[in-house]
Protein backbone atom coordinates (compact mmCIF):
# COMPACT_ATOMS: atom_id res chain seq x y z
CA UNK A 1 0.00 0.00 0.00
CA UNK A 2 2.85 2.49 0.68
CA UNK A 3 4.42 1.96 -2.38
CA UNK A 4 0.93 2.07 -4.08
CA UNK A 5 0.46 5.95 -2.62
CA UNK A 6 4.03 7.42 -3.27
CA UNK A 7 3.78 7.73 -6.90
CA UNK A 8 0.58 9.48 -6.56
CA UNK A 9 1.59 12.31 -3.86
CA UNK A 10 4.77 13.13 -6.08
CA UNK A 11 2.25 13.47 -9.10
CA UNK A 12 -0.13 15.68 -6.51
CA UNK A 13 2.98 18.13 -5.87
CA UNK A 14 4.21 18.31 -9.78
CA UNK A 15 0.40 19.27 -10.13
CA UNK A 16 0.16 21.90 -7.10
CA UNK A 17 3.76 23.32 -8.55
CA UNK A 18 2.60 24.17 -11.86
CA UNK A 19 1.04 27.59 -12.33
CA UNK A 20 -2.27 27.91 -13.22
CA UNK A 21 -2.89 29.79 -16.56
CA UNK A 22 -5.25 32.43 -15.32
CA UNK A 23 -2.45 33.12 -12.68
CA UNK A 24 0.14 33.58 -14.92
CA UNK A 25 -1.79 35.57 -17.28
CA UNK A 26 -2.79 38.20 -14.43
CA UNK A 27 0.62 38.12 -13.30
CA UNK A 28 1.90 38.94 -17.39
CA UNK A 29 -0.84 41.61 -17.01
CA UNK A 30 0.41 43.71 -14.11
CA UNK A 31 4.15 43.34 -15.33
CA UNK A 32 2.77 44.69 -18.44
CA UNK A 33 0.66 47.69 -16.47
CA UNK A 34 3.64 48.45 -13.92
CA UNK A 35 6.13 48.89 -17.33
CA UNK A 36 3.33 50.91 -18.73
CA UNK A 37 2.99 53.38 -15.71
CA UNK A 38 6.02 53.57 -15.21
CA UNK A 39 6.80 54.52 -19.58
CA UNK A 40 4.44 56.87 -19.14
CA UNK A 41 5.92 58.54 -15.69
CA UNK A 42 9.46 58.59 -17.23
CA UNK A 43 7.61 60.57 -20.34
CA UNK A 44 6.05 62.78 -18.09
CA UNK A 45 9.10 64.03 -16.10
CA UNK A 46 10.81 64.03 -19.16
CA UNK A 47 8.83 66.56 -20.92
CA UNK A 48 8.49 68.69 -17.97
CA UNK A 49 12.42 68.82 -17.58
CA UNK A 50 12.96 69.62 -20.72
CA UNK A 51 10.79 72.53 -20.65
CA UNK A 52 12.05 73.77 -17.35
CA UNK A 53 14.95 74.48 -19.75
CA UNK A 54 14.10 75.20 -22.89
CA UNK A 55 11.00 77.03 -24.72
CA UNK A 56 7.98 75.33 -26.07
CA UNK A 57 8.10 75.74 -29.80
CA UNK A 58 4.86 75.88 -30.18
CA UNK A 59 1.86 73.79 -28.63
CA UNK A 60 -1.63 71.36 -29.93
CA UNK A 61 -3.73 74.21 -30.02
CA UNK A 62 -1.32 76.64 -31.64
CA UNK A 63 -0.52 74.42 -33.94
CA UNK A 64 -3.87 73.64 -35.28
CA UNK A 65 -4.44 77.21 -35.36
CA UNK A 66 -1.50 77.63 -37.77
CA UNK A 67 -3.05 75.78 -40.45
CA UNK A 68 -6.40 77.05 -39.68
CA UNK A 69 -5.60 80.24 -40.51
CA UNK A 70 -1.95 80.00 -42.65
CA UNK A 71 0.51 81.20 -39.82
CA UNK A 72 0.04 82.62 -36.34
CA UNK A 73 1.34 85.52 -34.37
CA UNK A 74 3.82 84.44 -32.13
CA UNK A 75 7.21 85.71 -30.59
CA UNK A 76 9.05 84.43 -27.53
CA UNK A 77 10.41 86.89 -24.56
CA UNK A 78 11.94 86.21 -21.81
CA UNK A 79 10.21 87.49 -18.15
CA UNK A 80 12.81 89.81 -17.57
CA UNK A 81 11.18 91.51 -21.39
CA UNK A 82 7.84 91.41 -20.13
CA UNK A 83 6.73 94.62 -17.92
CA UNK A 84 6.54 93.65 -14.31
CA UNK A 85 2.75 95.34 -14.46
CA UNK A 86 1.88 92.85 -17.41
CA UNK A 87 2.88 90.13 -15.29
CA UNK A 88 1.15 91.17 -11.92
CA UNK A 89 -2.26 91.68 -14.33
CA UNK A 90 -2.20 88.22 -15.30
CA UNK A 91 -1.96 87.24 -11.85
CA UNK A 92 -4.30 89.37 -10.70
CA UNK A 93 -6.97 88.91 -13.41
CA UNK A 94 -6.47 84.60 -13.45
CA UNK A 95 -5.32 83.08 -10.12
CA UNK A 96 -4.59 85.97 -7.08
CA UNK A 97 -3.29 83.11 -4.85
CA UNK A 98 -0.99 81.99 -7.47
CA UNK A 99 1.98 81.99 -4.89
CA UNK A 100 0.21 80.52 -2.48
CA UNK A 101 -1.04 77.01 -3.87
CA UNK A 102 1.08 74.05 -4.84
CA UNK A 103 -0.67 74.36 -8.33
CA UNK A 104 -4.78 73.62 -7.45
CA UNK A 105 -6.48 75.83 -5.72
CA UNK A 106 -8.50 73.96 -3.53
CA UNK A 107 -10.44 76.47 -2.00
CA UNK A 108 -11.06 77.77 -5.42
CA UNK A 109 -12.23 74.25 -6.26
CA UNK A 110 -14.33 73.85 -3.32
CA UNK A 111 -15.90 77.08 -3.85
CA UNK A 112 -16.40 76.33 -7.62
CA UNK A 113 -18.14 72.89 -6.98
CA UNK A 114 -20.69 74.74 -4.40
CA UNK A 115 -21.74 76.97 -6.95
CA UNK A 116 -22.27 74.14 -9.37
CA UNK A 117 -19.43 75.84 -11.74
CA UNK A 118 -15.73 75.69 -13.04
CA UNK A 119 -13.27 78.26 -13.47
CA UNK A 120 -11.08 77.00 -10.72
CA UNK A 121 -8.15 76.60 -12.75
CA UNK A 122 -4.90 78.12 -11.81
CA UNK A 123 -2.41 79.82 -14.09
CA UNK A 124 -0.28 76.27 -13.11
CA UNK A 125 -3.85 74.38 -14.71
CA UNK A 126 -3.86 76.47 -17.78
CA UNK A 127 -0.20 76.24 -18.52
CA UNK A 128 0.10 72.43 -18.14
CA UNK A 129 -3.34 72.31 -20.69
CA UNK A 130 -1.95 74.61 -23.09
CA UNK A 131 1.83 73.25 -23.58
CA UNK A 132 0.96 69.70 -22.58
CA UNK A 133 -2.59 68.56 -23.54
CA UNK A 134 -5.54 69.55 -25.70
CA UNK A 135 -8.66 72.48 -25.62
CA UNK A 136 -11.62 71.20 -25.16
CA UNK A 137 -13.91 70.24 -21.80
CA UNK A 138 -13.25 66.26 -20.87
CA UNK A 139 -12.80 64.80 -17.54
CA UNK A 140 -10.20 62.83 -19.06
CA UNK A 141 -8.19 66.03 -19.53
CA UNK A 142 -9.09 67.92 -16.53
CA UNK A 143 -7.97 64.24 -14.88
CA UNK A 144 -3.94 64.44 -16.76
CA UNK A 145 -4.25 68.31 -15.97
CA UNK A 146 -4.91 68.00 -12.04
CA UNK A 147 -2.00 64.66 -12.40
CA UNK A 148 0.34 66.94 -14.52
CA UNK A 149 0.28 70.11 -12.43
CA UNK A 150 1.83 69.02 -8.90
CA UNK A 151 4.63 67.70 -10.95
CA UNK A 152 5.60 71.35 -13.14
CA UNK A 153 5.34 72.53 -9.63
CA UNK A 154 7.70 70.74 -8.26
CA UNK A 155 10.54 71.11 -11.03
CA UNK A 156 9.09 74.45 -12.76
CA UNK A 157 9.64 78.05 -10.66
CA UNK A 158 6.72 80.25 -10.36
CA UNK A 159 8.43 82.80 -12.24
CA UNK A 160 8.84 80.02 -15.17
CA UNK A 161 5.42 79.26 -15.13
CA UNK A 162 4.09 82.42 -15.53
CA UNK A 163 6.82 83.41 -17.74
CA UNK A 164 5.50 79.88 -20.41
CA UNK A 165 1.57 81.82 -19.62
CA UNK A 166 2.28 84.46 -20.62
CA UNK A 167 4.34 83.29 -23.59
CA UNK A 168 1.77 80.90 -24.96
CA UNK A 169 -1.61 82.31 -24.09
CA UNK A 170 -3.88 83.63 -27.23
CA UNK A 171 -4.41 86.91 -27.52
CA UNK A 172 -6.71 87.35 -30.27
CA UNK A 173 -7.33 85.20 -33.34
CA UNK A 174 -3.92 84.01 -34.30
CA UNK A 175 -2.27 85.87 -32.02
CA UNK A 176 -0.37 84.12 -29.13
CA UNK A 177 2.01 85.44 -26.59
CA UNK A 178 2.15 88.79 -24.87
CA UNK A 179 4.59 90.14 -26.80
CA UNK A 180 2.48 89.64 -30.52
CA UNK A 181 -0.46 91.11 -28.24
CA UNK A 182 1.51 93.97 -27.55
CA UNK A 183 2.29 94.79 -30.40
CA UNK A 184 -0.83 93.70 -32.35
CA UNK A 185 -3.24 95.93 -29.89
CA UNK A 186 -1.04 98.65 -28.92
CA UNK A 187 2.12 98.64 -31.34
CA UNK A 188 4.76 98.45 -28.22
CA UNK A 189 6.89 95.96 -26.92
CA UNK A 190 5.80 93.54 -24.00
CA UNK A 191 8.52 95.61 -21.58
CA UNK A 192 7.05 98.75 -22.59
CA UNK A 193 3.40 97.89 -21.47
CA UNK A 194 1.32 100.42 -19.34
CA UNK A 195 -0.62 99.75 -16.20
CA UNK A 196 -3.93 100.44 -18.21
CA UNK A 197 -2.33 98.87 -21.47
CA UNK A 198 -1.50 95.42 -19.45
CA UNK A 199 -4.51 95.22 -17.52
CA UNK A 200 -6.68 95.12 -20.42
CA UNK A 201 -4.95 92.38 -21.96
CA UNK A 202 -5.27 90.70 -19.11
CA UNK A 203 -8.73 91.61 -19.09
CA UNK A 204 -9.42 90.12 -22.40
CA UNK A 205 -8.39 86.62 -21.08
CA UNK A 206 -9.99 84.20 -20.97
CA UNK A 207 -12.19 84.78 -24.37
CA UNK A 208 -10.01 86.89 -26.46
CA UNK A 209 -11.83 86.45 -29.56
CA UNK A 210 -14.91 87.52 -28.16
CA UNK A 211 -13.23 91.00 -26.57
CA UNK A 212 -11.02 93.85 -27.75
CA UNK A 213 -7.75 95.34 -25.85
CA UNK A 214 -7.36 98.36 -27.87
CA UNK A 215 -11.22 98.93 -28.59
CA UNK A 216 -12.36 97.46 -25.37
CA UNK A 217 -16.29 97.45 -24.63
CA UNK A 218 -17.76 98.21 -21.19
CA UNK A 219 -17.41 94.75 -19.45
CA UNK A 220 -13.37 95.21 -20.65
CA UNK A 221 -13.05 98.60 -19.06
CA UNK A 222 -14.59 97.76 -16.12
CA UNK A 223 -12.26 94.52 -15.43
CA UNK A 224 -9.50 96.58 -16.77
CA UNK A 225 -10.37 99.00 -13.66
CA UNK A 226 -10.10 95.77 -11.33
CA UNK A 227 -7.23 94.23 -12.56
CA UNK A 228 -5.17 97.68 -12.51
CA UNK A 229 -6.51 97.64 -8.53
CA UNK A 230 -5.78 93.92 -7.83
CA UNK A 231 -2.43 94.37 -9.55
CA UNK A 232 -1.77 96.75 -6.90
CA UNK A 233 -2.89 95.00 -4.26
CA UNK A 234 -1.09 92.20 -4.78
CA UNK A 235 2.06 94.28 -5.54
CA UNK A 236 1.41 95.09 -1.89
CA UNK A 237 0.51 92.25 0.07
CA UNK A 238 3.51 90.14 -1.36
CA UNK A 239 1.48 87.88 -3.78
CA UNK A 240 3.59 88.90 -6.37
CA UNK A 241 6.97 87.87 -4.59
CA UNK A 242 7.60 84.50 -6.18
CA UNK A 243 7.33 85.84 -9.89
CA UNK A 244 9.33 89.12 -9.10
CA UNK A 245 13.13 89.61 -8.42
Not at 40 to 62: C, E, K, Q, S
Not at 64 to 71: F, K, V
Not at 124 to 153: C, D, M, Y
Request: charged letters at 20%; hydrophobic letters at 45%; glycine letters at 6%.
Amino acid sequence: MADSTKPRKRRSRKAAAKPRPLRTLVRKARRVALWAVAGIAGFVLFWTLLYALINPPTNAYMFAEGRRLGGVQHEWVPMDRIAPVMARSAVAAEDANFCLHWGLDVNAIRTAMERGRGGASTISQQVVKNVFLWHGRSWSRKTIEALWTPVTEVFWSKRRILEIYLNVAEFDDGVFGVQAAARHYFGVDAADLTATQAARLAAILPAPKERSASNPGNFTRNRAAQIISGAQTIAADGRADCFLR
